[in-house]
């Protein structure tokens, strides 16, 4: 069996593992490095539950080769902002009601941050195209695109 | 899979000598968001893996005077956000805006997309319209290009062998004058598979059609140019009855089949309405 | 387009006026208790939580859809290294057992067989054959490809009209593929369609969909100290401890099942999925199991809604009057039965709508194809007559030269009438001010953009029930308990899929309490220690969990207040808490639990007194006076005063309905509400564009207006979802639509802010008046996407999901 030694800055501190050519970051950030606030819900891409962002970058943990990531910074949800001391969006999120049952909102905080990181004063349609990779089947986004708009310093 | 190995180059030098080393074992991977799914699904058992996704040669948008050239390994995501590709290629810039969702975007890269080979590749039809080039080196370092109209040879099948890599795209830059127009169908309005799509790029002289290419994806084995839709234009003026007029021809030139997201009917009559609709506006 | 109802100003009474609402928690929006937790990241979902020294399992599935299944040989995969544990049939202990749903009632027919591991015959694509626990993920996957199965392919049966059929082929051991057949007759039908003016006939068709939550089916189970098998999963039903305690031949006492918050159910994970496999896998093992389904697998494998062909034939005067309707529902029940006959009996009772219809015929069938097995989704088959009831009633109006909402205005039932079934609608009825109201929101269209694009209105109205069916004589157990420092406990069996069910008992034990909700903390979802609230299914929750909480909450706060009283020498009943401060409140009537023979409870929450003379009320105190709530914990804890309650409510019990006649209470009470959407059409190429959408429901009373809110929204998008563009395609029991790259569900770009409309008439047999709304959000928008896009285009779609290529063929363009 080929293995590698990777490290990966995960949330501000630098973490090791030993993986395989075909571990994917997802699969490393859950099994390896605890990671489990980042979500497995489909492996293919397609429901952006696994969001991180990669060297600035949000992508789909899942579609990462960890190899790939070796050397490279990785944000999560809990890089973003805690309980104690909260990225306002995730306030946003609590206090419009935009999380259900969460199971995509780790993933939705990332990709959210990411878009308002690269444009601070989105429009309700930039909003949804920023956060369309990302599926939710609870909310119906309504509250979602309203909390993101309060997060970007809109009403 | 657990003996799968990888490697990442540091440089073209070192890529060459992998792919020279390794040629019939070695799979070359950029974002992984066509390859990662197959390797998870046991599609694709790569031996060797070859990361080329942080080449600096491979990655990048370098405005030339007569052309663009685009590293494989750029994202979509760049090309979409690229003001260079909007200006001068918008149809690009729409159709890699279009891809997939805004996460896959920053991994999927240009390269990618077309040695993945699908008949719906996403960046396909533009560049078939725009007459790019695409730049294939071989194990050995001897680069050749390729039309992108040559580039595709058939269903899931390119003009890369064993032992190559997709380098570079290079497009010309069109005439001024030039208007494109592109439309992409799917049964969502993100994340969707294509239907079918079109693109097209018009050059007008007075009243009538100067130089026309037109591409269609999803609706043929491969990416296509319709080359007799093409020479029927040229020379012509863009009416209803040239519409009704090509209607025929247009249908000859596509083979749509009949799957989970359309029946063969569905996807003619789809291709026609919006290659009219495009016409019209890249004529207008 | 729809005509403005000026003509109709005179609007029907609301159906009860309500005691003045002063509710200190209840109503106001409040972040749920869960909220940061997960938006943290620090919620442990099934699939996070880890167990050393786990093994993982994984599920070998059969390759046919009808097969016999001659022979397994499992010793290759028994010898691979790292391999603990392989199962198939024969290692089950009680591998055919019967599916229940947490009812204590035995209920005959509605049970069908639990097959644990397939046997005898494959009878869907997707049915468990094999189980394998190793020590990593990759040596259990590496392992199933070890197992080698025989099959013998059988012909197979894909249609349910088929499969009806006398010589079709039998998807089971029965002598039919009929599961079970229901009726409603109600007057005279030949005599109905000859009073008729107009009549309308059509057949729908509506598609089996998939709940596509975003968390996979997922569990870790491991054996306790005691000897207890522990599963934690996401599920619906802790109750089902029971029955993986029958299967694997253990009493009930040494299964417990555990659910953590869920990443949404819909009804998915209402039947066993993960359970039984790790409790067999941990009983032969003896060390902890984890196995989450992929993807995949659970398109693959788990429940689907029911597909279903409806004909309709409905007939009205001329006046718009519906005086006869005849329907004939069939649906898909594919290769197990589930809970079929339960969601046929809904549909059966939903075929007719929340109309006055004189006379009514209505015949239902339940089906077994080898198609994947269909079972619980939100709606349980409210949905699929609602299609078409609300379609018909749009070709009526058309036909009439009336507006929609002109011909439903005559026919809407109100409380006090009866349903088809003959149940009569006792709760409040708010269906016509929905409708109403939806209306005037949605307003006049734009329009046309461009030369290809036609914009349509539509509406579509719906009743919903909430509370299970009353022959189940349904129950459920809270705990309110205070602590020595003020804060509040509630132990309660409820499973959260994310709709907010364990913070609504926050909320209601923080109203009766006293308490902000934060001084609120609830334990939930544990078999072996909570009280069992019952499923979280049929949206009755709120209704079950909330009043049995609300109960013991009750009894803790008269058990207060009576010490505090005493402590004041003052009559209890003039005093109320709030913010955790005991005060004089004589102006409304105190809390009151009121309990009769058969142990169904009222609970009635103050309301106004009327004049009273403060100072003789007050006696020596000031009517300021105010004790702080931890002062009045205390002396009560030292009087030996109990703190705590554990109460149970029990639903109205009723008998089976009538299986001749169809009549029968069945349900509780019904939700009723109201979808008006716009749409644009681009008759070019099919795609529509879902413009405004409007949803107007009577809640009764929200206890939160955040979750309510966020439940009307969120179900508007899962039924546009079921309208527009979901759909598992099978091709002979083969799934075609493996991945959600084939399975489409609506983006965030597919669908536009959902503006959300709620009338709360009190009138719901919830706690403070609340009705459900979980289910019945998500009922009203296929048929308002189908009514709208009519208006758009002037032909209609009969079948979902309403694509592109559906419009073109209806345009007569393809």
């Known amino acids: 069996m080929n293995t590698y030694n990777i490290e990966l800055k995960v949330n501000g501190e630098w973490r090791e593992a030993e993986v395989t050519a075909t571990d994917t970051l997802l699969e490393v950030l859950r099994n390896n490095l605890e990671a489990v606030e980042v979500k497995n819900g489909c492996e293919q891409g397609d429901c952006g539950a696994c969001t991180v962002i990669l060297e600035g970058k949000p992508v789909n943990s899942c579609l990462v080769l960890a190899v790939q990531a070796n050397g490279k910074e990785v944000t999560t949800v809990k890089g973003i902002g805690t309980q104690d001391s909260p990225h306002h969006l995730q306030t946003a999120f609590v206090e419009h009601g935009a999380i259900q049952c969460g199971y995509c909102t780790p993933g939705l905080i990332v990709s959210a941050k990411a878009l308002l990181d690269e444009n601070p004063d989105p429009t309700r349609e930039e909003i949804r195209e920023g956060i369309c990779g990302n599926l939710c089947r609870c909310t119906g986004y309504t509250k979602i695109v309203e909390a993101i708009e309060d997060a970007a310093g809109k009403k | 899979m657990e003996n799968t190995e990888y490697l990442k180059p540091n440089d073209i030098k070192e890529l060459l000598l992998i792919m020279t080393e390794n040629k019939d074992r070695a799979t070359v991977i950029a974002g992984g968001t066509n390859l990662v799914p197959e390797m998870r699904d046991g599609v694709k058992t790569p031996q060797v893996l070859v990361d080329v996704g942080d080449l600096q040669e491979l990655v990048g948008i370098q405005l030339e005077k007569d052309s663009i050239t685009i590293g494989a390994a750029t994202t979509i995501a760049e090309i979409a956000k690229s003001s260079v590709i909007h200006e001068h290629f918008p149809i690009l810039s729409k159709a890699a805006g279009e891809l997939g969702n805004p996460l896959t975007r920053n991994r999927a890269t240009i390269g990618g997309n077309l040695a993945n080979a699908s008949p719906c590749a996403d960046t396909a039809p533009p560049l078939l319209a725009l007459e790019a080039e695409i730049h294939i080196t071989n194990a050995e370092g001897q680069v050749r290009t390729v039309p992108a ?45 294509c239907v079918a799509s079109v693109a097209l790029m018009l050059e007008k002289d007075g009243d009538a059609v100067k130089r026309a290419r037109i591409a269609f994806g999803s609706v043929a084995p491969k990416p296509i140019r319709a080359y007799r839709l093409e020479h029927y234009i040229e020379g012509k003026s863009v009416d209803k009855k040239l519409l009704s007029d090509c209607e025929p021809l247009l249908q000859e030139e596509i083979s749509p089949i009949g799957d989970i997201r359309g029946s063969e009917s569905y996807r003619r009559f789809a291709t026609a309405a919006i290659f009219n609709r495009n016409l019209l506006q890249a004529w207008a | ?147 080698k199965v025989a099959y013998e392919p059988l012909e197979g049966v894909f249609d349910p009209v088929e499969a009806m059929k006398p010589n079709a082929y039998l998807v089971g051991e029965d002598e039919s593929n009929v599961i079970c057949s229901y009726k409603i007759r109600k007057g005279d039908i030949e005599k109905g369609f000859t009073q008729a003016d107009v009549i309308i006939e059509n057949t729908y068709r509506v598609q089996m969909v998939d709940h596509a939550y975003m968390e996979p089916e997922a569990g870790v189970a491991w054996k306790d100290d005691e000897g207890v098998i522990t599963i934690r999963a996401s599920t619906q039903v802790i109750e089902h401890f029971r029955g993986i305690a029958a299967v694997l031949g253990v009493p009930h006492n040494k299964i417990r099942v555990i659910t953590p918050m869920l990443g949404g159910g819909f009804g998915g994970k209402e039947d066993i999925t993960v359970e039984t496999y790790l409790a067999l896998l941990v009983q032969i093992t003896g060390k902890p199991v984890s196995l989450t389904f992929t993807r995949e697998e659970s398109i693959l494998a788990h429940s689907k809604r029911h597909p279903y062909v409806m004909h309709y034939k409905t007939g009205a005067t001329k006046d718009g009057k519906l005086v006869a309707m005849e329907a004939e529902l069939i649906s898909d029940a594919g290769g197990y039965v589930y809970l079929s006959p339960w969601v046929l009996l809904y549909s059966t009772v939903n075929a007719p ?64 009438d009866a349903l088809a079934s003959g149940r ?160 004089i409140q004589p102006e409304r ?150 991945s959600l790259a084939e399975y489409l569900i609506p983006t965030s770009k597919d669908v536009p802010q959902v503006e959300t409309i709620m009338i709360q008439s009190g009138g719901g047999i919830g706690p403070f008046g609340a009705k459900g709304i979980g289910e019945p959000a998500n009922v009203p928008p296929p048929p308002a996407l189908a009514n709208a896009v009519c208006d758009a285009i002037g032909t209609r779609v009969y079948d979902l999901p309403i694509t592109p290529e559906k419009i073109l063929k209806a345009l007569k363009a393809i």
């Open chain 3, 589 to 738: 009537k105190p809390w009151m639990v009121v309990e009769n023979d058969s142990r169904e409870c009222t609970i009635s929450y103050g309301g106004d007194r009327g004049d009273i003379i403060i100072s003789e009320v007050c006696g020596n105190n000031d009517p300021d006076t105010t004790i702080p709530l931890t002062e009045v914990i205390k002396a009560a804890a030292a009087d030996g005063i109990e703190l705590l309650c554990v109460a149970q409510f029990n639903a109205p019990a009723r008998e089976l309905l009538d299986f001749k006649t169809g009549q029968g209470q069945v349900f509780p009470d019904f939700t009723f509400g109201t979808i008006a959407m716009e749409v644009a059409v681009d008759i070019d190429t099919g795609d529509v564009d879902v413009l405004k959408m409007i949803s107007c429901f009577d809640v009764g009373q929200t206890i939160n207006p955040l979750s309510v809110e966020g439940q009307m929204e969120g179900g508007a998008v899962y039924g546009l979802g079921y309208g527009l563009c979901e759909e598992v395609i099978l091709d002979k029991g083969i799934t075609l639509t493996p």
């Open chain 3, 1 to 147: 387009m729809l005509e403005k109802h000026k003509s109709f100003e005179k609007v029907q009474k609301v159906s009860k006026p309500g005691e003045e609402k002063k509710y200190h928690v209840i109503g106001k929006p409040r972040p749920r208790h869960d909220a940061w937790a997960k938006v943290s990241g620090q919620t442990v979902y099934a699939g996070d939580h880890k167990v050393p020294g786990m093994l993982y399992a994984k599920v070998l599935r059969s390759e046919y859809a009808a097969a016999k299944l001659l022979s397994i040989d499992t010793r290759a995969a028994e010898k691979m290294k790292g391999v603990v544990a392989v199962m198939t049939a024969k290692d089950v202990p009680h591998n055919e057992t019967v599916t229940r749903f947490g009812q204590t009632h035995s209920v005959g027919g509605f049970e069908g067989l639990y097959r644990v591991l397939a046997d005898k015959k494959i009878r869907f694509k997707g049915e468990a054959v094999a189980l394998v626990a190793a020590k990593t993920l990759a040596i259990a996957k590496a392992a199933i490809q070890k197992i």
């Open chain 2, 149 to 193: 109209d040559k580039f595709f040879m058939d269903y899931k099948w390119t003009h890369l062998d064993k032992g190559d890599v997709l380098i570079r795209i290079v497009i010309p830059k069109p005439p001024v004058a030039a208007k494109g127009s592109h439309t992409k169908l799917g049964l969502r309005k993100a994340a969707a598979i």
């Open chain 3, 353 to 416: 709508g929340p109309y006055d219809i004189t006379h009514v015929k209505v015949d239902t069938h339940t089906v077994l194809t080898n198609n994947t097995y269909t079972s619980a989704n939100r709606g349980f088959g409210a949905n699929q007559p609602c299609f078409a009831y609300e379609s018909q009633l749009d070709e009526l109006a058309k036909k009439l030269n009336m507006s929609p909402l002109e011909i439903r205005r005559k026919n809407y039932l109100h409380t006090g």
């Open chain 3, 424 to 583: 009569v609608l006792e709760h409040a009825v708010e269906t016509e001010q929905t409708a109403i109201k939806a209306l005037e929101a949605l307003g006049e269209p734009i329009k046309p953009r461009q030369p290809s694009e036609r914009i349509g209105q539509g509406m579509a109205s719906c009743m919903s029930s909430y509370g299970r069916m009353t022959f189940l004589h349904d129950t459920s157990r809270s705990f309110v308990s205070v602590e020595l420092d003020g804060t509040v406990t509630v132990r309660c069996g409820v499973q959260d899929l994310g709709g907010g069910q364990a913070s609504s008992l926050a909320q209601i034990a923080a109203e009766a309490l006293g308490v902000p909700m934060e001084d609120v903390t609830v334990f939930h979802g544990d078999s072996a220690l909570t009280p069992l609230a019952g499923t979280t299914t049929a949206t009755r929750q709120l209704y079950m969990s909330g009043n049995a909480t609300l109960k013991a909450a009750a009894t803790v706060r008269r058990n207060l207040l009576e010490k505090a009283g005493r402590m004041l020498g003052m009559d209890p009943s003039y005093l109320d808490i709030k913010d955790r401060q005991v005060f």
